[in-house]
């Protein structure tokens, strides 16, 4: 089942970050990406860092049609970057609607806020507002525009949060929040999804894992080398499949139902050597043993 037993709310799907299978894709195609994931009952993908090539979508339409497997978003970025290979607003936005609408895809979200947006309250208000101008127009289609968050955007300029700047300057924008970088960032999941509920559509779902203290640690304190040592010690912070972190979902998961969440997609952006599907199969059980 990719619904839950435990809210009152509509029904999240269950979907996963493709990020995590950009490899994949490119060795065996997208197609026999979509079939193992769809053997791992995995409903719904979200497509990043991998392009939006004609086979590509032409697999990704297959996948809709034959598997069941609904495209919950699509990736954007807000300015077209020479050497990335992805569709970007100022540039590609008839082509990002119109694989929208050919997909069924009613999401776009873009990544990362651009690190040139992080440095000031100034030129965060300037980012947000060419988004909105974005999410305007893609409203007018039928599409919602996301953005997706990391732990910087918990910093304040001035006593308000990235997240709030973001809000108070761009209305139409959505987030697409991502509750381990929340965590990261130092805010419990929990409040973030109570404050910014309405606006919560895609929810990347993450377990934040603490690490055993190295030994290499060990090593540097007895040779006196503490500054090194105490770094190894404080970056002990793994992302992790889901349940085998300390993150409490089933606290989290009807939070992220009532924010107004539409897609749980499992994302995991380091294996740490494992095969991402393996992660990707671990996490899915997990959901599916708390009633997802």
């Known amino acids: 089942m990719t619904t839950a037993t435990t809210s009152q709310t509509a029904p999240a799907v269950i979907g996963a970050q493709m990020m995590m299978l950009k490899d994949q894709v490119a060795a065996d195609g997208m197609w026999s990406v979509l079939e193992r994931l769809a053997d791992l009952d995995i409903r719904a993908v979200e497509v990043s860092q991998i392009p939006m090539s004609e086979a590509n979508t032409a697999d990704l339409e297959r996948g809709v049609r034959e598997l069941g497997i609904e495209v919950a978003a699509l990736s954007t970025a807000l300015r077209h970057q020479e050497g990335r290979d992805i569709d970007a607003l100022d540039t590609d936005f008839d082509k990002l609607v119109a694989d929208c609408r050919r997909l069924g895809c009613r999401f776009l979200r873009i990544g990362m806020m651009d690190f040139s947006a992080m440095v000031s309250r100034e030129a965060t208000e300037a ?15 039928g599409i919602t525009l996301c953005y997706h968050n990391h732990h910087v955007d918990l910093h304040k300029f001035d006593g308000e949060r990235i997240f709030d700047i973001v809000r108070r300057v761009a209305p139409d924008l959505h987030f697409e929040v991502d509750l381990h970088w929340v965590q990261r960032g130092g805010m419990a999941p929990l409040d973030m999804l109570a404050q ?17 203290l190295p030994h290499e640690a060990l090593d540097l304190f007895d040779a006196g080398r503490v500054a090194e040592g105490y770094d190894k ?10 349940g085998q972190g300390n993150m409490n979902w089933p606290a989290l998961l009807p939070a ?25 199969r671990d996490s899915r059980q997990y959901l599916a043993s708390i009633g997802y």
């Open 127 to 141: 980012w947000a507002a060419e988004a909105n101008g974005y999410a305007e127009r893609l409203k007018a289609e």
């Open 196 to 212: 910014y509920s309405g606006v919560c559509k895609l929810i990347h779902v993450k377990d934040y894992r603490v690490t055993a």
């Open 233 to 242: 010690f404080v970056n002990i912070i793994e992302f992790a499949e889901v």
């Open 256 to 280: 992220a139902l009532d924010a107004g969440a539409e897609y749980l997609l499992i994302e995991q952006d380091l294996t740490y050597g494992r095969d991402p599907f393996d992660c990707l």
